[in-house]
């Protein structure tokens, strides 16, 4: 049973610095997407960063790139993402997502999610 935990969540003022972890557990063959999404009140889930392990390319949204990385270490079944420059429209429940495979094309098929972390930006 695959399990992903993330930590590292919190309030910050706008312009601050987080740095989100998402720990795997029961993984036992590579996932091909790991990605992180979010969720603010009343909107729709988005998309943050998406890494394709096996292509290597990490993909972001419009919105956070420049400002967000996405990284993995495979050695601690781990993947992190480092957020700079933070804005209050950054502010939502930080989810973490894995994906063994591939729906069609490069459309990650999202089957293990964890349970969130909150991150608060005021101005």
């Known amino acids: 049973q695959v399990q992903l935990v993330e930590s590292g969540g919190g309030s910050v003022q706008a312009g601050g610095s987080l740095r989100l972890s998402c720990a795997a557990s029961?993984?036992?063959?590579?996932?091909?997407?790991m990605g992180w999404f979010r969720r603010a009140p009343g909107k729709e889930r988005e998309a943050v960063a998406t890494?394709?392990?096996?292509?290597?390319?990490?993909d972001y949204a419009d919105s956070v790139k420049g400002r967000f990385t996405a990284s993995q270490d495979n050695a601690r079944n781990t993947v992190y993402l480092q957020m700079n420059s933070l804005k209050p429209e950054d502010t939502a429940m930080y989810y973490c997502?894995?994906?063994?495979?591939?729906?069609?094309?490069?459309?990650?098929?999202?089957?293990?999610w964890g349970q969130g972390t909150q991150v608060t930006v005021s101005s």
């Open positions: 029961g993984v036992r063959y590579s996932m091909i997407c």
């Open positions: 997502a894995a994906a063994p495979q591939l729906r069609s094309g490069d459309t990650c098929d999202w089957n293990y």
């Open positions: 890494i394709y392990t096996g292509f290597g390319r990490t």
